[in-house]
């Protein structure tokens, strides 16, 4: 809040102490004075009388008067070197600066009486002399240099930019020699721990000096300055109006009453008043505080439209939830103003406080415009760079140089445009320009960085999500090659054994078909359509059995340490799965403490947590819950600030070109929140990495407990080497090479088969033979109908006492809910000659 004015009870109350602090009374004329001229009189008259008529004064004359002469000169030598100097007729060496010392000293003593910081300037704004108060203040603020000078009150708080646009007003009205008084904003001083709000104050004195004050405002100055503040609201020429969320109004200031023609106190709602929606003013953003700008239609009384814009905040903290809405007219429409003076005051309280930043510049064209005054908000959006004096286009980066800059400057006069701000790190903001009725211009900021970032952040995982479905197509159809080519491999293996010329080659390539299968199942896991295969899991027997594969994995150089908790909860998840994190974790921690053979290690921990202990560490977000914990810890070089946003991403590494897939973090990403678990990390450049895996408490039943120990058992049983069997299967695929193949081992194996290219010729062949199959082998997705429509679509006759066995590359998730009604098997693709055998004897056998 400011006040400006040139007289006053302020003004006269800092004028009289100004006065005693710089005033001094011209010296009277005493005896020695009369003296001292009557005797250079005298001696000027008789050296003239000797001169000019000497011969007729004659010898006598002449005599007397020289000698009248000579005593006046030595009475002017005696009254200079003695009297003379102390009555200050004859300064002598060092007295012009005794006596500015001595006036300094008055002016001191003065302002020392003072209880509050005071500083008097002279007539070009040099400090003069300050009280303690001020010093102290000054020393607090770390401002006091060593110079015998005192700070100007600008440098005193010069470490907070808030305060520079009411230092600058102040330095303005002390230089035009105008009293102002200011309510500086809240600001720290030295190490006190609350903020300080000071009332700062200048005023002219007597020969061109200034007083500048200070005064500490009390928890009542506050209270009194929102009552003023308040009462400019009223009287200001901008349209104000406040309104609770049910659009009932319950407060409008004078300038708009008098544009719409509403008489004072008459009941209104928003919709009486706005032509369009209300609930686009009264609609709060909840993920913002910034001010939401609308142009709206005003309704008059007399019928008729204004057009304005509507600017709404919403106070944070307030139980009724009221918006507050400033009405910015347009010139035309806009409601009468009072004097200049009047106007520019309360404008200056008006936007004091705005949640939105705002300037005041020296002319219309931004381009070419300086900043006159800006509110606090702006100082700080421009990262305190928003000062008076400076170019309104430097606040702007201009990067596409400066003609593009002044161009969409220009364009804010027509339509708010979006720039980056020239900070550190770079900030969006919408500018709107209006122009004031005095020749000079208004700039709006508004701050919507936040909003652009939401914005990218829902376009980055809009494309991971295009991604995502891109690379779980492409490994649903090359699961269909690899299988072809497993399917191919396993025959020509069995054809060729150990010691034929091929047997090497044909292990080759199918080495290279496992790898392949690898990397396939890494792109299902990132696009989250792997299969799972969840079963009751006890962590720490799942860590030991790890033990053997991840210790063959480190080598020799590094240390490997597990340590186990104690009573650990059930988890349910697919063991492959989180074999597959296990394994990526332990190669990514090699891989980092591989350095010239030093020694590193590798820690696996398991324990019990809970979300709140997770939230303590800083992981979240997290559900709330119990889980179990999973560390993974390495000794290594740790990860680079710059790249740990970027770890989880799919194709991003850190390795060397040809080293790495870039998969490893996004396929363990993807595992985990299948899981429906969390993944974390902390990380130290030099000492080391921590993953956490956070995985939910499962309770199993009791026939899970049961199953659980009878795979156990399963487990320790070796496979039957006799895959040979007898049926009749239907085999339902549309990838006529992977059909053929697949047909092609199962009739190697023993079994009948009819193939059929899709889902409709399968579900005709049921129907021309039902119930004459023992298992029906089908894909998934196919055209025309798919293998789960094809089951839904035959009858129990058709089916008959056949099991259905399912492979596809996709998750069983998919199409579980199409056959809630059937018991079927499923595999995943690609899958080998043995397992398929495997799994088609079990099912006929069953």
């Known amino acids: 809040m400011t006040e400006t004015s040139s007289h006053g009870p302020a003004a006269g109350g800092h004028d009289a102490a100004a006065r005693a602090a710089a005033g001094h009374g011209r010296p009277g004329l005493d005896a020695p004075r009369l003296l001292f001229w009557v005797a250079l009189a005298m001696g000027l008259a008789s050296a003239g009388v000797v001169v000019a008529a000497g011969q007729s004064a004659g010898r006598a004359g002449a005599l007397l008067l020289i000698a009248m002469a000579a005593a006046g000169m030595v ?141 500490e405002m009390t928890d009542a100055d506050a209270a009194t300055d929102a009552e003023a503040r308040a009462l400019f609201i009223e009287d200001s020429p901008v349209g104000f109006f406040a309104a609770r969320p049910d659009g009932a109004i319950v407060y409008m200031n004078r300038a708009l009453r008098a544009s719409l023609g509403v008489e004072d106190g008459e009941v209104l709602r928003v919709r009486d008043v706005l032509k369009e929606d209300a609930g ?33 905040i919403w106070p944070g903290g307030e139980a009724d939830g009221a918006t507050r809405t400033f009405i910015f007219f ?154 072809a080519m497993m399917q191919n491999c396993d025959y020509l293996l069995s054809r060729h054994p150990v010691g034929d010329p091929d047997y090497m080659d044909l292990c080759e390539i199918n080495h290279h078909a496992l790898r392949a299968k690898e990397l396939s199942e890494r792109l299902r896991a990132y696009a989250r359509q792997q299969t799972f295969k969840r079963e009751v899991v006890e962590v720490s027997g799942f860590v030991a059995h790890m033990h053997d594969l991840v210790r063959r994995l480190l080598g020799e150089t590094i240390a490997f340490e597990v340590k186990h908790g104690r009573d650990l909860p059930f988890i349910k998840a697919d063991k492959s799965q989180l ?73 991003f590494s850190t390795k060397e070109a040809g080293l790495g897939t870039g998969l490893g973090l996004a396929t363990s990403y993807g595992i985990i929140k299948q899981s429906e678990g969390f993944i974390f990390f902390d990380s130290a450049v030099g000492k080391g990495t921590t993953f956490r895996i956070y995985l939910p408490v499962y309770q199993p039943t009791a026939e899970e407990i049961d199953d659980m120990a009878r795979r156990e058992r399963d487990s320790a049983r070796r496979a039957p080497v006799d895959l040979s069997g007898r049926g009749r299967i239907l085999l339902v695929e549309d990838e006529d090479k992977l059909r053929s193949s697949i047909a092609r081992n199962l009739v190697k194996c023993g079994y009948e088969i009819d193939e059929a290219e899709d889902g409709e010729d399968g579900l005709a062949k049921l129907e021309a033979n039902p119930g004459g199959y023992d298992l029906v082998i089908s894909d998934v997705t196919m055209p025309f109908m798919t293998g789960p429509e094809m089951l839904k679509a035959a009858t129990t006759e058709m089916i008959g006492g056949a099991k259905v066995l399912f492979l596809s590359g996709y998750a069983p998730e998919s199409f579980g809910k199409v056959l809630e009604n059937f018991e079927v098997s499923y595999m995943a693709k690609p899958v080998g000659v043995q397992q398929l055998a495997q799994r088609v004897k079990e099912l006929i056998a069953a």
């Not at 140089?401 to 364009?411: D, S, T």
């Not at 190669?587 to 590798?602: E, I, P, Q, S, Y």
């Open 75 to 215: 009475f002017l030598v005696w009254l200079s070197r003695s009297h003379g100097q102390a009555a200050g007729l004859f300064p002598g060496r060092g007295a012009a600066e005794a006596a500015a010392m001595k006036s300094d000293s008055t002016e001191h003593a003065l302002l020392e009486a003072l209880e509050e910081p005071a500083l008097l300037t002279d007539r070009a704004g040099a400090p003069l002399v300050s009280n303690a108060a001020y010093k102290a203040l000054a020393d607090a603020t770390g401002a006091l240099g060593e110079s015998e000078r005192p700070p100007l009150m600008d440098r005193v708080f010069g470490h907070d930019p808030v305060l520079n646009p009411a230092m600058f007003r102040l330095s303005r009205s002390a230089s035009s020699r105008q009293s102002r008084r200011e309510v500086l904003p809240p600001t720290r001083v030295g190490g006190r721990p609350a903020m300080v709000r000071y009332e700062a104050s200048v005023s002219p004195a007597p020969n061109g000096r200034v007083l500048w004050r200070l005064r």
């Open 280 to 312: 686009r003013v009264l609609r709060r953003d909840r993920k913002s505080d910034e001010a939401q700008r609308t142009p709206v239609t005003l309704k008059t009384r007399d019928g008729r439209e204004v057009r304005a814009t509507a600017v709404s």
């Open 330 to 483: 347009e010139a035309a429409n806009a409601p009468a103003q009072g004097n200049a003076a009047a106007t520019a005051n309360a404008v200056d309280s008006f936007f004091a406080n705005a949640p939105f930043g705002a300037a005041l510049l020296d002319g219309t064209d931004p381009a070419l415009s300086a900043v006159l005054d800006s509110n606090a908000a702006l100082m700080d959006i421009a990262q305190g760079r928003a000062t008076p004096g400076m170019a309104f286009k430097d606040l702007f980066d201009a990067s596409d140089g400066p003609v593009a800059l002044a161009q969409r400057l220009r364009q804010a006069s027509r339509e708010p445009v979006e720039l980056q701000l020239a900070t550190n790190p770079p900030r969006a903001a919408h500018v709107y320009l209006a122009p004031a009725d005095d020749g000079r211009g208004l700039a709006y900021v508004i701050n919507v960085t936040e909003q652009r970032e939401l914005e990218q952040r829902l376009s980055q995982a809009e494309k991971m999500r295009e991604i995502g479905m891109l690379a779980g197509g492409v490994a649903h159809d090359f699961n269909n090659l690899l299988m």
């Open 579 to 651: 074999e597959r994190v296990l394994v990526n974790l332990a190669t990514n921690a090699r891989d980092a403490m591989f350095d010239g053979g030093k020694r590193g290690k590798l820690t696996i921990t398991t324990s019990a947590t809970t979300a709140e202990a997770a939230r303590e560490l800083g992981h979240n977000p997290i559900a709330d819950g119990d889980y179990v914990l999973l560390e993974v810890s390495d000794t290594g070089q740790g990860i680079k600030p710059e790249d740990q946003a970027r770890i989880f991403r799919p194709f």
